[in-house]
């Protein structure tokens, strides 16, 4: 599989921060018994991270502009390309020793999705795209589910938590899916909910209050995969709107039916 010389880059920054981030999750584990437990000790490894990816890609291509989930948006003389980065999707996963995170780096071209990279060190799962290449795990090529009914379908989803918005109206949807679906699946790191839709083990997802750099590498994996994503309403405004359905054709389509009937 041959990739692109922006992609090979982001790749090797997605390893070395991926390689970090292993190493502080072992001490994560050692800090769980302690009494001040593992928070300050984690969110240095994020930042940790995300200057490994940011110096990475600086080096390369210091005219691009960035959008970072702990450093904000930093405006590149090269307003055309943008990265979007999360450095460790899935913390609360992290924090708890739970071995299910990744490193998520896109890029943006003239505001569409050009190239993805998911990382999960802990699996060494590697997940990329570039638009129009199609998606890879490795070096296998992706290609979403073909399953047609919920009824046979495990879907993903967020669950809304402490601090968190729309409990109410989550509710309503998680029991309109519960009826139908074979199963519900709540991961805890999106970016790679939606790489375990590119690679068909998950059939279809749905989650509201994201932000971009959750979402951005695995809609552009989704898509290269062959699947559908959209905001809830149907449409392409899925940063603006915070919210995201995948999943394959049929899926997406049930999924914006099924979410939707009222109590
Ligand atoms: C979170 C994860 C999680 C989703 C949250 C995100 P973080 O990202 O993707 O699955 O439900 O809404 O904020 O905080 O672990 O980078
Ligand atoms: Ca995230
Ligand atoms: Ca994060």
């Given amino acids: 599989m041959a990739r692109s010389a922006i992609m090979n880059i982001m790749v090797q920054a997605a390893f070395k921060a991926g390689r970090a981030l292993a190493r502080d999750f072992g001490e994560v584990q050692n800090l769980q018994v302690s009494m001040k437990g593992p928070a300050d000790y984690v969110s240095q490894a994020d930042k940790k991270a995300e200057n490994i990816i940011r110096r990475e890609l600086q080096y390369a291509r ?27 999707d899935g ?13 998520s780096i896109g890029l943006e071209s003239q505001e569409r999705m050009a190239a993805a990279v998911i990382y999960n060190p802990i699996t060494d799962e590697l997940y990329t795209a570039e638009r129009g290449s199609g998606a890879f795990l490795n070096d296998r090529r992706l290609r979403v589910s073909a ?5 046979d379908c495990v879907i993903g989803t ?20 519960m009826a139908e679906a074979a199963g519900i699946r709540r991961m805890g790191a999106a970016a790679l909910d939606l790489a375990y839709i590119a690679a068909g083990r998950l059939d279809g997802f749905w989650e509201e209050n994201l932000k971009p750099w959750d979402m951005a590498a695995g809609l552009l994996l989704v898509r290269e995969a062959g699947g559908f994503v959209t905001d809830k309403t149907g449409g392409q405004e899925i940063f603006a709107c915070k919210n995201i359905i995948a999943g394959n054709e049929y899926i997406h389509a049930a999924l914006m039916k099924t979410l939707k009937k009222p109590v």
Avoid: C, W
């Avoid at 450093?71 to 307003?79: H, L, N, Q, W």
């Avoid at 399953?147 to 009824?151: F, H, I, N, V």
């Avoid at 601090?163 to 309503?172: A, E, F, I, P, T």
């Fill in 147 to 151: 399953r047609r009914r919920l009824e």
């Fill in 158 to 177: 967020g669950i809304p938590h402490f601090g968190g918005k729309n409990h109410g109206s989550y509710l309503v949807e998680l029991r309109n899916i």
């Fill in 91 to 103: 913390t609360t996963n992290f924090l708890h020793g739970i071995p299910h995170f990744a490193v």
């Fill in 62 to 88: 210091p005219s691009y502009g960035f959008l970072l989930e702990e450093s904000g948006e930093i405006i590149g003389e090269d307003k055309q390309h943008r990265f979007i980065i999360d450095p460790l």
